[in-house]
């Protein structure tokens, strides 16, 4: 069995076209009819119903989807590991990655001083639920993870904290919770929320808080862009409860309409850490994105 019928199988696995995937690994479409015969015979069974469209794996095809992907990192990161040895890294970084966007947090320049370094690593980067993006860098679906984690460090992942930040109430200018020095949740419990999808943790937490205070609130609107909370708070649909660390330069419009206020009586803050896999479970590209994290933190 080789590794490119392997890697040709997952390609018309996932592209489910013989003409998308043959384009997807530059070859002709009969070399990868060619390619599948092979694996099927290597393997003693039909991995493909022929003559459907679009083109439907068997229940053996089915299988063999999963055990081929893992077969196929694991020689990617074997390739990697011989190229970190001689000093240069290769490969991919799939990087898990709250919304960033807006926020003092410099995840932007931290990916493009190494992006710089390593020219030969191909980097790609998904903005998901904190809980998807945990799960997927446990599974292998992703190499490491900016997340905001809610219970505890997860088992298997090394967690490199970057932050906790406060949250803090955000309302527009005119509202009259803007002329107070702090408030408490209970002032809060009869106005309408400008709020972040539930999948978030920042979300989580906010919920955990009225739930747990016996507060009831109400919910005008749902978005998941900073940005955007900001835009319509400052427009009048609602409040919001908001990192304190988002960059408010960067929303000129909402800043001048805004304004921030701490809560008291409450300990509600987002937690901003760095997940990765223990030991040897971590790709090299990702083992070094941590070592760059981990030396911008402890810089003066």
Known sequence: MELRHLRH???????RSFTAAAAREHIVQSGLSTSIRAL?????????????RPIRL??????????ARRT????????????????VLAGQLRIGALQTTGHTLPFANWLAEFALAHPRVEISVQQLAASEMVRLVADGGLDCALVALLNG????????????????LACPADHLLARETAVGLVQLADERFVEAPPAWAIRSEIDRAFAEAGLHRRIAC???EWSMVLDLVAAGVGIALVPQGLDFTLHPRSTEALRLVPLQGTSLE????LVVPSGHAATPAARRFTELVRSKLSAP
Do not use: C, S
Not at 40 to 52: C, H, I, N, S
Not at 72 to 81: G, P
Not at 153 to 168: M, Q, R, S, T
Not at 270 to 273: I, K, L, Y
């Open 270 to 273: 987002r937690r901003v850490d």
């Open 58 to 67: 068997t229940a053996e095809g089915e299988a063999l989807v999963p055990t």
């Open 72 to 87: 196929l990192e694991a020689a990617d990161i074997a390739r990697q590991t011989v190229q970190e040895v001689h000093g």
């Open 9 to 15: 199988f997952v390609a018309l696995a996932e592209e």
């Open 40 to 52: 099927e015979k290597d393997v003693g069974a039909l991995l493909f119903v022929r003559g459907t």
């Open 153 to 168: 460090d997860p088992a298997g992942l090394d967690v490199v904290p970057l932050l906790a930040e406060p949250i803090v």
């Open 222 to 224: 749902v978005v998941n």
